[in-house]
């Protein structure tokens, strides 16, 4: 039913989550992002931010033409809104939800993919970035975890795309872990979520589509648009 365009970063995670949560059948095409696959101009054609992740419903509910859409905020909400899960039973339900998944695609999401990118994937420290994007994340959990303080869940008691969306950005950098012990209501339900067995399955696709490799210059090329060596 849905064609799935996905590499295992964060960003992908979410939507093999809540595709494993629904119980959809989906098809993984691999958008090797290192290599430069979302620059083809058969991907392009449906994802013209050269982003991935990306889909092709095969199966709309209104019986016409696939429907692509690409950005992970919106493909969770349509997914959504085609299964009828996950976002809430009711008007009110649905704002809880939608404003916790606006927060994550404008705050938490691009700010720990910088601090990743300085802790992690710059060619030379920067102590300014390292400390910007720290201090900001930090900032950013310590909102997470007083909004968790005595729910189950982000928008409530029920699981919803708000924390899909959440979940893989809490400390995805092995080579730049952060300390979350401050942060007790979040690791609790950081803890809950991993046990899921949708989000096992969700990682047991990652782990399949994972490269292992030495970053290139032609892959920070690919990555992060970085300009060619002048020698």
């Known amino acids: 039913?849905?064609?799935?365009?996905?590499?295992?970063?964060?960003?992908?995670?979410?939507?093999?989550?809540?595709?494993?949560?629904?119980?959809?059948?989906?098809?993984?095409?691999p958008v090797d992002i290192g290599a430069g696959d979302q620059f083809k101009p058969e991907f392009l054609a449906f994802s013209p931010n050269n982003k991935m992740p990306a889909i092709i419903d095969n199966a709309p509910a209104d019986g016409g033409l696939p429907i692509t859409v690409f950005e992970s905020?919106?493909?969770l909400v349509?997914?959504?809104n085609k299964t009828g899960k996950f976002f809430g039973a009711d008007v009110r339900q649905k704002v809880e939800v939608n404003q916790w998944l606006m927060w994550?695609?404008?705050g938490l999401g691009?700010?720990?993919?910088?601090?990743?990118?300085?802790?992690?994937?710059?060619?030379?420290?920067?102590?300014?970035?390292?400390?910007?994007?720290?201090?900001?994340?930090?900032?950013?959990?310590?909102?997470?975890?007083?909004?968790?303080?005595?729910?189950?869940?982000?928008?409530?008691?029920?699981?919803?795309?708000?924390d899909m969306a959440c979940y893989p950005w809490i400390d995805p950098?092995?080579?730049?872990?952060?300390?979350?012990?401050?942060?007790?209501?979040l690791r609790r339900w950081r803890s809950a979520i991993a046990e899921r067995p949708g989000t096992v399955r969700a990682y047991?696709?990652?782990?399949?589509?994972?490269?292992?490799?030495e970053m290139t210059e032609e892959m920070r090329r690919n990555l992060f648009g970085t300009p060619a060596k002048v020698d």
């Open 1 to 29: 039913m849905i064609d799935l365009y996905y590499w295992p970063t964060p960003n992908g995670h979410k939507i093999t989550l809540f595709l494993e949560e629904a119980g959809l059948d989906y098809t993984v095409h």
């Open 73 to 75: 905020g919106a493909i």
């Open 78 to 80: 349509y997914l959504a």
């Open 104 to 106: 994550q695609m404008a």
């Open 110 to 162: 691009p700010m720990t993919g910088q601090y990743g990118h300085f802790n992690v994937y710059a060619p030379e420290p920067i102590p300014y970035a390292i400390d910007r994007y720290t201090r900001e994340v930090q900032r950013l959990l310590g909102v997470l975890d007083k909004r968790l303080d005595g729910r189950d869940f982000i928008a409530g008691p029920q699981y919803t795309i708000a």
């Open 173 to 185: 950098y092995d080579k730049a872990p952060m300390d979350l012990s401050d942060y007790p209501n």
């Open 204 to 213: 047991e696709v990652a782990d399949r589509h994972r490269v292992q490799r």
